[in-house]
Nanobody, 119 residues
Framework: VQLQASGGGLVQAGGSLRLSCAAS????????MGWFRQAPGKEREFVGA????????YYADSVKGRFTISRDNDKKTVYLQMNSLKPEDTAVYYC?????????????WGQGTLVTVSS
């Protein structure tokens, strides 16, 4: 699976952005998908995740109520709608795909897209 993230940019505090992550390959719907971010000088952290069918979503407390993750399995794309953005949301955002095959975890990362929120 190859992942291509897009949609980052510069936005003012309180604004919105929608990130997209397009996947290649025929097995997209077999992967749980997630978004992570890494701010300058900090470790990569979990933002949100969505199950293979899209029926379950999970969020970090810091983004709950502001960010929404969704997926379109026909388009092989996962989205992250970010509203009410704050300067502390500034980071490179990465999409992630993972699944378990027997006892082995397969995991893939996109290249990242930069989100900058100005105050």
């Amino acid at each position: 699976v190859q992942l291509q993230a897009s949609g980052g940019g510069l936005v003012q505090a309180g604004g919105s952005l929608r990130l997209s992550c397009a996947a290649s390959g025929r097995t997209f719907r077999s992967y749980d998908m997630g978004w992570f971010r890494q701010a300058p000088g900090k470790e990569r952290e979990f933002v949100g995740a969505i199950s293979r069918s899209g029926g379950r979503t999970y969020y970090a407390d810091s983004v709950k109520g502001r960010f929404t993750i969704s997926r379109d399995n026909d388009k092989k794309t996962v989205y992250l709608q970010m509203n009410s953005l704050k300067p502390e949301d500034t980071a490179v955002y990465y999409c992630n795909a993972d699944r378990w095959v027997v006892n082995t975890k397969e995991e893939y990362w996109g290249q990242g897209t930069l989100v900058t929120v100005s105050s």
